[in-house]
């Protein structure tokens, strides 16, 4: 993916991995950066699933203390943003 991707476009790309870890989530759900994995009904197993999508949609690499860290969505495109720009 083109790493330089607004931070909408990843939101939205987050967004729809996330729909096809969770498909009972369906497409009315809010899926917004303050909204925790939790509440989208993601186990830390899907979350782990998610962050391997990401690490080869975006191109990246996501290490195990920064998969820990991660709570949120916004916690998740926010990171998405440092490893691009590093």
């Excluded at 999508?53 to 203390?65: G, H």
Aim: hydrophobic fraction near 50%.
């Amino acid at each position: 993916m083109n790493h330089d991707v607004e931070p909408d476009a990843v939101l939205t790309r987050v967004g729809a991995l996330i729909r096809e870890l969770v498909p009972d989530l369906g497409q009315d759900a809010e899926i917004a950066p303050a909204v925790t994995f939790e509440a989208l009904g993601l186990t830390s197993l899907l979350v782990v699933d998610l962050v391997g999508s990401v690490e080869a949609d975006f191109d990246v690499t996501i290490t195990d203390q920064q998969l820990v860290e991660l709570r949120q969505v916004g916690d998740l495109t926010g990171l998405l943003a440092d490893l691009r720009v590093a």
